[in-house]
């Protein structure tokens, strides 16, 4: 099982319609996830950052957490073209100095 | 206030040769972190420091090594690189250690030859 899991996509969502994207996680340690958007040929940005069970709104994006079935998702509402980007999936691991991404999800808003 | 910049932003080397990777961190930050990303993949984690010292360490061979200076300045090298190395190097700062709150440079894109 793989530390961090992500599907890869890509996920097509039209501008405008909500678009939900998954990470499953396997440390039961872990405490604080995050989420990093990377657009093609940068680097990854963090946008949201999530500690405790439930949903934490920022904008037009809402994270959510569940750890007992260690699953934590991310909503983007009212999608738009400039939300087109890899969407990446973060965990520090309890046991070690280091924080796992997962593979990523490729996010396309079709206009 | 600067951001964590990283040097060279490009390079193209040979298999078996060695290569040096720069970073300098956001200004007051104390951590930094290397990581792999290869086209299509997430970033793997290679090390952190933290206050000079090695605080973790991802699966990679004992080729790639770092260390972080007084200034918590960092360098990743790769000794007898392969075509395998081939990607972009990330580095990212946080303030402290065990945090997800990376803050990422724009990278050196390694091509091995």
């Known amino acids: 099982q793989k530390e961090v899991e992500q599907n890869s996509g890509p996920l097509s969502v039209p501008e405008g319609a909500i678009a939900s994207l998954n990470c499953t996680y396997s440390?039961?340690?872990?405490?604080?996830f995050f989420w990093y958007r990377q657009y093609s040929g940068k680097s990854p940005e963090l946008i949201m950052s999530i500690y405790s069970n439930g949903d934490k709104e920022d904008g037009r994006f809402t994270a959510q957490l569940n750890k007992a079935s260690q699953y934590v998702s991310l909503l983007i509402r009212d999608s738009q073209p400039s939300d087109s980007a890899t969407y990446l999936c973060a965990v520090p691991y309890s046991s070690a100095s280091k924080i796992i991404f997962g593979s990523g999800t490729r996010l396309s808003i079709r206009p | 206030d600067a951001g964590v910049t990283q040097s060279p932003t490009h390079l193209i080397k040979t298999r078996g040769q060695q290569v040096t990777l720069r970073c300098s961190p956001i200004?007051?930050?104390?951590?930094v972190s290397w990581y792999q990303q290869v086209l299509g993949q997430g970033p793997q984690f290679i090390f952190q420091?933290?206050?000079?010292?090695?605080?973790g360490r991802g699966n990679f061979p004992d080729r790639f090594s770092a260390r972080q200076f007084p200034n918590y300045s960092s360098e990743l090298n790769v000794n007898a690189l392969l075509l395998g190395d081939s990607a972009l190097y990330l580095c990212?700062?946080?303030?402290?250690?065990?945090?997800?709150?990376?803050?990422f440079g724009e990278g050196s894109r390694l091509t091995v030859l």
């Open positions: 990212a700062s946080s303030p402290g250690t065990n945090t997800g709150e990376l803050f």
């Open positions: 200004s007051g930050h104390k951590s």
């Open positions: 440390d039961r340690g872990s405490q604080s």
């Open positions: 420091y933290y206050e000079k010292e090695e605080r």
